[in-house]
């Protein structure tokens, strides 16, 4: 069974850092591709950041770029999401989702998350950013 145990969200102020971890277990973790998403209060779902299968390529939502790198350890099994520079706009819930497709990221980057599937989600982890 695919599981995704998000952590690393907190309270933190404009201009600051978290780095958010997504352990995953329950599959071959170089054969999954692995994106971050974020939900806002009142907004929809959206896109972070994606890594491919075998940490081939990384890419940003260009709310994210410059800010925001995103990295795997597949020794853990974990994927890591630095957050540079936070803005109050960074506000979410932020989930993993994991995905075996080739063009899941590309997918990811260019639908809507309701329209994604074949992967598995976290739980999510809170980010508040304080003006």
């Known amino acids: 069974e695919v599981q995704l145990v998000e952590s690393g969200g907190g309270l933190v102020q404009a201009g600051g850092s978290l780095r958010l971890s997504c352990a995953a277990s329950g599959f071959t973790f170089d054969d999954y591709a692995i994106a971050w998403f974020r939900q806002a209060p009142g907004k929809e779902r959206e896109w972070v950041s994606c890594?491919?299968?075998?940490?081939?390529?990384?890419i940003y939502a260009d709310s994210v770029k410059g800010r925001f790198t995103m990295s795997g350890d597949n020794a853990k099994n974990t994927v890591y999401l630095q957050m540079d520079s936070l803005k109050p706009e960074d506000t979410a819930v932020y989930y993993c989702?994991?995905?075996?497709?080739?063009?899941?990221?590309?997918?990811?980057?260019?639908?809507?998350?309701?329209?994604?599937?074949?992967?598995?989600w976290g739980q999510g982890t809170h980010v508040t950013v304080s003006s």
């Open positions: 890594i491919a299968s075998g940490n081939s390529s990384t």
């Open positions: 989702s994991a995905n075996p497709k080739p063009l899941f990221c590309i997918w990811a980057r260019t639908f809507p998350p309701s329209h994604l599937s074949g992967g598995s």
